[in-house]
T-cell receptor, first 117, second 112 residues
C-alpha cells in the first residue's frame, strides 16, 4: 500500500531558528500533499495544500511567511518553520494523495513533533 | 460550511465489550466520510471509508461503520474490543476539493 514518510520524527530547536520537515511519498507520486497541525489532545487542523510545481494554498489564519511550503517534486514536499518560537511547538502531520487510487484516500505520515525552546 | 462533531471526548470500555463511537456531520452535498485511528505520537491510520452504496461499511481490525443520511451520522462500531484498540479515533469528512475536516476526536481507553 501507499506509504508516506516524514522526517524528522522529533526535532528540538532554539527560538529564532528555522526547521525543515520533509514529507515523502515512497511508492507513489503525489501532485497534492496536505500539511496539518495538531496541538496536544486536539484534532488536526489543515494548514495548507501543497501542489507540485506551484505555490501552496494556505488556510485562513496560517502565516505563509512563517510556514514555508515547497513541493519541488512529485514525491517530496517540505514544510519550513521559519524563525520558530515556542508557540510553534506542535505535532505536524503531512498527507498525500495517491492518484492511482482515483483520489479516494489520503495516506498520512507518522508526524513530526517540533519543540521550540 | 462543513463540520464534523464527535460528541464523546473520552470513552472507557472493558476488554471484550462492544464499542460505539459517534460521529455527526454537516455538509451540503453527498459526504465522503472516513474514520481514522491514531496511536500516541503516531500518524493516522485509515480504518474505513464511505463514499456511496452500501451504508454499512466494513473496515480493518474488525471495525464497521454505518452511514445514516437521515441522522447525518456515521458511527463506528466494534463488537469486541481488544486492549490494542486503545487510541484516539477521528471521524473526518472530505469536501469536493479533497480537504479533510476532522472531528475533535474520541479517546478510547480499554480496561482489563
Amino acid at each position: 500500500g501507499a506509504v508516506v514518510s516524514q522526517h524528522p520524527s522529533r526535532v528540538i530547536c532554539k527560538s529564532g531558528t528555522s526547521v525543515k520537515i520533509e514529507c515523502r511519498s515512497l511508492d507513489f507520486q503525489a501532485t497534492t500533499m496536505f500539511w496539518y497541525r495538531q496541538f496536544p489532545k486536539q484534532s488536526l487542523m489543515l494548514m495548507a495544500t501543497s501542489n507540485e510545481g506551484s505555490k501552496a494554498t494556505y488556510e485562513q489564519g496560517v502565516e505563509k511567511d512563517k510556514f514555508l511550503i515547497n513541493h519541488a517534486s512529485l514525491t517530496l514536499s517540505t514544510l519550513t518553520v521559519t524563525s520558530a518560537h515556542p508557540e510553534d511547538s506542535s505535532f505536524y502531520i503531512c498527507s498525500a494523495m495517491d492518484q492511482s487510487t482515483g483520489w479516494d484516500v489520503l495516506t498520512f505520515g507518522a508526524g513530526s513533533r517540533l519543540t521550540v525552546l | 460550511a462543513q463540520s464534523v462533531t464527535q460528541p464523546d471526548i473520552h470513552i472507557t470500555v472493558s476488554e471484550g465489550a462492544s464499542l460505539e463511537l459517534r460521529c455527526n456531520y454537516s455538509y451540503g452535498a453527498t459526504p465522503y466520510l472516513f474514520w481514522y485511528v491514531q496511536s500516541p505520537g503516531q500518524g493516522l491510520q485509515l480504518l474505513l471509508k464511505y463514499f456511496s452504496g452500501d451504508t454499512l461499511v466494513q473496515g480493518i481490525k474488525g471495525f464497521e461503520a454505518e452511514f445514516k443520511r437521515s441522522q447525518s451520522s456515521f458511527n463506528l462500531r466494534k463488537p469486541s474490543v481488544h486492549w490494542s484498540d486503545a487510541a484516539e479515533y477521528f471521524c473526518a469528512l472530505r469536501s469536493n476539493d479533497y480537504k479533510l475536516s476532522f472531528g475533535a476526536g474520541t479517546t478510547v481507553t480499554v480496561r482489563a
